[in-house]
């Protein structure tokens, strides 16, 4: 569950995407681009752009284009990379590749992508330029880091540095844009624009290391997922460098044997044999450890910025949600 005080967000949120054209009526390649942007989702890099933007006494209505690009920039990344890695379901759903094809997937994303940039055109050019060279630099950011997730499949030694660098580029760079986007509309933020996005770029990462550490345990109720998936697609998380980096060389070596290709074990019995592993080495207790100190940054950062007294207290309560997150 998402803090309450993002419902009012989220509400209007939703509400400005059903007015969209390409939503109520949809034609050719619009059809599968609104089922992918209606499919749900917690729409969390768009709430944020509104949160940030929010500080201004002009409230977030002036952001809700920015944060429709983010949606529309997620939602493209998720098409392409359901086609890469040849998924067949996202959000409980049929993919764009598994219920069309995959020139359609190519091409859905791609429009999708630039559909982001039109939506921007709305606001005043000086505005628009700083926000086009933004999206720009994310999201040739974002596709450095899908290349380096890809490349790591083919690779077993992967260390802790290289997979933080590979989350931040992928997963945590756009949610510092959707930081940097609700302060550039914030006339009280507007001139704290770097600040900002590294605030969302920490908590992208502090997301995805809780998201690596959920998955395998996590509730699978609470979750919305099966519990060792990342082990089961034998997926080089924060939790396997960890293990790398602080177990022993016959550990080492085991979980390397574990995570080969050639090894054929029962899924159940290589996720309890990993998860074992990842308890003895103590990578289960590193990993935690390093989203609690993610965690402490993040609350020192807000009371830097400058923040009004009502958006640190939001941004706290975020904090606080973070830190409990179970899904």
């Keep these: 569950m998402l803090p309450t005080f993002l419902n009012a967000y989220f509400d209007s949120f939703e509400s400005y ?23 749900g989702g917690k729409r969390i890099r768009p709430l944020f752009v509104l949160l940030i933007a929010d500080s201004s006494e002009f409230g977030y209505a002036k952001a809700l284009d920015a944060a429709l690009t983010v949606e529309l920039f997620h939602n493209f990344t998720l098409i392409h990379d359901d086609f890469m890695d040849q998924s067949t379901l996202r959000r409980g759903q049929a993919t764009v590749f598994k219920k069309w094809n995959r020139n359609t997937a190519i091409l859905a994303g791609d429009a999708l992508l630039v559909m982001a940039y039109q939506q921007l055109r709305r606001y005043r050019p000086k505005m628009r330029v700083k926000m086009y060279d933004l999206l720009n630099s994310v999201a040739k950011t974002v596709c450095d880091g899908q290349y380096l997730d890809i490349e790591f499949e083919s690779r077993l030694e992967i260390n802790s540095n290289q997979y933080l660098d590979m989350i931040t580029k992928k997963t945590a760079c756009l949610f510092g844009c959707s930081f940097q986007f609700g302060a550039l509309v914030s006339e009280d933020l507007k001139n704290k624009g770097h600040e900002i996005f590294e605030l969302g770029l920490l908590l992208g990462k502090i997301f995805q290391i809780q998201d690596d550490y959920l998955d395998i345990y996590g509730d699978t109720q609470n979750f919305g997922k099966v519990i060792g998936g990342d082990i089961r697609q034998r997926k080089k998380t924060i939790l396997f460098t ?3 980096k602080l177990g022993t060389e016959s550990q080492k070596n085991e979980l390397l044997s574990l995570y080969g290709t050639n090894h054929q074990l029962n899924e159940e019995i290589l996720v309890e044999k990993v998860m074992e592993l990842f308890h003895v080495t103590k990578a289960d207790t590193a990993t935690k450890a390093l989203i609690e100190t993610d965690l402490e940054t993040f609350d020192t950062q807000i009371n830097k910025i400058g923040f009004s007294k009502s958006q640190k207290q939001k941004l706290t309560e975020l904090l606080l949600w973070l830190s409990k997150r179970e899904n």
Excluded: W
Aim: aromatic share 8%.
């Design 17 to 39: 995407i059903q007015q969209q054209e390409f939503i109520k009526n949809p034609e050719g390649l619009e059809i599968p681009i609104a089922y992918t942007v209606q499919s």
């Design 242 to 244: 960890q293990a790398m």
